[in-house]
């Protein structure tokens, strides 16, 4: 028998920077899709250069985070512009006396620079009928949260909670939820009314929303029960808690 936890949650952009693409609509009220920005299919790095592009990454954040230049890390370090620059893009692999004056500028350990290099990264694997019941803020009777798998703390600076809801039975009143980040519904079994702010949207077994969750959303009318759907809720790590 799952165990249960009590899981409530009320809940960056330059002016340099390329817009990015937005979807336009045809006459028809079709969406035209925009091409993605990201490759889902690319390798990041080749074997032999994850280790520079570890250091660089660590290199570039932690003199941002003092908030000096490449030329002020520069003249603290006695390392010129350009090896600077390519140490930053991972381009060239610095040596141990590089490394040793990189330490001593930012106020960081020498190994705090391979920090991404080593980290291990996670995965949560849950078999079927073995995801954690959870009771969330508006849970009544017949309202099952069922947690797919939490992986906290993680390189891309955002948490991910997938949920399996289950409604089973009808409600008077149905829960109303409003917090940080974005939420992914995709419809499995069932129909219901789903309200996200003054919209409302009637889904069916392959339907979806994507939205904003800072707006009031739930589950508006049970049209059909039992009803499945899987909830992916986004948000960024600071933001926890």
């Not at 002016?15 to 693409?21: H, L, R, T, V």
């Not at 019941?133 to 992986?151: K, P, S």
């Not at 289950?166 to 939420?183: A, I, K, N, R």
Request: hydrophobic content about 35%; aromatic content about 8%; charged content about 20%.
């Amino acid at each position: 028998m799952a165990k249960k936890i009590s899981a409530s949650r009320t809940g960056p952009s330059s002016a340099s920077a390329k817009p990015k693409p937005q979807p336009r609509v045809s006459a028809d009220g079709k969406t035209i899709r925009a091409p993605l920005t990201q490759n889902p299919h690319a390798i990041r790095d080749t074997r032999e250069k994850v280790l520079e592009v570890a250091i660089g990454r660590e290199v570039r954040a932690f003199r941002k985070k003092l908030g000096i230049t490449v030329a002020d890390l520069a003249v603290a370090t006695d390392i010129s512009l350009g090896m600077l620059s390519k140490i930053e893009n991972g381009i060239t692999s610095p040596s141990l006396t590089t490394l040793q004056a990189l330490s001593r500028a930012l106020g960081v350990p020498v190994t705090a620079f391979f920090r991404r290099f080593e980290e291990e990264r996670s995965a949560v694997f849950v078999k079927a009928g073995e995801g954690l019941d959870v009771e969330r803020r508006g849970t009544r009777a017949g309202h099952q949260y069922n947690l797919l798998g939490h992986i906290g703390s993680n390189t891309s600076g955002v948490v991910v909670e997938p949920y399996l809801i289950t409604l089973t039975e009808d409600s008077d009143v149905f829960p109303t939820f409003q917090h940080e980040g974005m939420e992914f519904l995709y419809m499995l079994e069932g129909e219901v009314v789903y309200r996200h702010g003054s919209n409302l949207y009637p889904m069916k077994p392959g339907d979806s929303l994507f939205f904003d969750a800072d707006a009031p959303h739930g589950p508006e009318q049970l049209t059909q029960l039992p009803m499945r759907y899987l909830s992916i809720i986004c948000y960024a790590q600071n933001s926890a808690g």
